[in-house]
């Protein structure tokens, strides 16, 4: 069964950090694009973050650039997402997702349309 568990989520401070995990089960993380979403209440999900099946390419959105960073962990089939300087405006739920590309697909898409496996959520909330 394939599976996407993200954690990492929680309360900060504004100016704090977190770093979300997106843990991949029943699958090879390597064959796969991944991206960072996020959904605030009463917001449409927009997309954050996404990196290439082997790393080599990277995307932001605009409101995260230079604060976030998205990275991947071969060997313990995971994708991170660290925050930084975050702002009460990044609270909502953040998920990952993932499609399938195999051999090395130097593109990922800040679309949610590509990604056909998802996460559950977790929760970041900045809030003082």
């Given at each position: 069964q394939?599976?996407?568990v993200?954690s990492g989520?929680?309360?900060?401070q504004?100016?704090?950090?977190?770093?979300?995990s997106?843990a991949?089960?029943?699958?090879?993380?390597?064959?796969?694009?991944i991206?960072?979403f996020?959904?605030?209440p009463?917001?449409?999900?927009?997309?954050v973050s996404c990196?290439s099946?082997?790393?080599?390419?990277?995307?932001?959105?605009?409101s995260?650039?230079?604060?976030?960073?998205?990275?991947?962990d071969?060997?313990?089939?995971?994708?991170y997402?660290?925050?930084?300087?975050?702002?009460?405006?990044?609270?909502?739920?953040?998920?990952c997702?993932?499609f399938?590309?195999?051999?090395?697909?130097?593109?990922?898409?800040m679309?949610?349309e590509?990604?056909?496996?998802w996460?559950?959520?977790?929760?970041?909330t900045?809030s003082?």
């Amino acid at each position: 069964q394939l599976q996407l568990v993200e954690s990492g989520g929680g309360l900060v401070q504004p100016g704090g950090s977190l770093r979300l995990s997106c843990a991949a089960s029943g699958f090879t993380l390597a064959n796969y694009v991944i991206g960072w979403f996020r959904q605030a209440p009463g917001k449409e999900r927009e997309a954050v973050s996404c990196i290439s099946n082997r790393g080599g390419n990277t995307n932001y959105a605009d409101s995260v650039k230079g604060r976030f960073t998205i990275s991947r962990d071969y060997a313990k089939n995971t994708v991170y997402l660290q925050m930084n300087s975050l702002k009460p405006e990044d609270t909502a739920v953040y998920y990952c997702a993932a499609f399938f590309r195999e051999g090395n697909w130097p593109m990922c898409f800040m679309t949610s349309e590509w990604y056909n496996q998802w996460g559950q959520g977790t929760q970041v909330t900045v809030s003082s």
